[in-house]
């Protein structure tokens, strides 16, 4: 149960567009369409932006999307406002009714 | 108001035990499963159990196999997770999780989370 791998921080200036990238394993990412995403702001609890590797819950911008190549995930975040600096986790389930999050990267609109 | 809540975090000394509550309310809480999933101070995300609807399964992440138990009182719209053998890498804030059964495998809402402090 390694925790999934992604870059620490990512910034970008408003308009922008930006992505995020998670790295598993054949075990996890690379076996299962079963990756989702988070977005999490100061003091808050985390918030569900992508599921099952691309879909998105009900009311969230279609600014947000989700894609998978392998054994990695990406979150894109297009046409960045400043209410989208917040941390992002990525999320995959790994097997046997267990699940496993990345490390969390930092975003900063500039 | 759609909402979990989860209470019972505080300080406690290294090898004692601590039980957590999760309340839903606003939903269906016999519908779906459910997960713990924790923060330590300034870290990531970790997840740590799941329980089915009912209640037949329960997974543990390795981290606290053993140690914690996951269980659920449909009844009582509650969760809990009974932590024993508490360690100073159990500090962390432990947030009660649900899994939409149309969503799969991801977590559609949150509780606002527990601070749980393990110190002596």
């Known amino acids: 149960q390694s925790a999934l791998t992604q870059p620490a921080s990512v910034s970008g200036s408003p308009g922008q567009s930006i992505t995020i990238s998670c790295t598993g394993t054949s075990s996890d990412i690379g076996s299962y369409n079963l990756v989702s995403w988070y977005q999490q702001h100061p003091g808050k609890a985390p918030k569900l932006m992508i599921y099952?590797?691309?879909k998105r819950p009900s009311g969230i911008s279609n600014r947000f999307s989700g894609s998978k190549f392998g054994n990695k995930a990406s979150l894109t975040i297009s046409g960045l406002q400043a209410e989208d600096e917040a941390d992002y986790y990525c999320?995959?389930?790994?097997?046997?009714?267990?699940?496993?999050f990345g490390g969390g990267t930092q975003l900063t609109v500039l | 108001q759609v909402q979990l809540v989860e209470s019972g975090g505080g300080v406690v000394q290294p090898g004692r035990s601590l039980r957590l509550s999760c309340a839903a309310s606003?939903?269906?809480?016999?519908?779906?499963?459910t997960h713990w999933v924790r923060q330590a101070p300034g870290k990531g995300l970790e997840w740590v159990a799941f329980?089915?609807?009912?209640?037949?399964?329960?997974h543990y992440a390795d981290s606290v196999k053993g140690r914690f138990t996951v269980s659920r009182d449909n009844s009582k719209n509650t969760l809990y997770l009974q932590m024993n053998s508490l360690r100073a890498e159990d500090t962390a804030v432990y947030y009660c999780?649900?899994?939409?059964?149309?969503?799969?495998?991801?977590?559609?809402?949150w509780g606002q989370g527990t601070l749980v402090t393990v110190s002596s």
């Open positions: 999320c995959s389930y790994a097997g046997s009714s267990t699940w496993v």
């Open positions: 099952e590797v691309y």
């Open positions: 329980i089915w609807y009912d209640e037949i399964k329960k």
């Open positions: 606003g939903f269906t809480f016999s519908s779906y499963g």
């Open positions: 999780a649900r899994e939409d059964p149309t969503i799969n495998d991801a977590f559609d809402m």
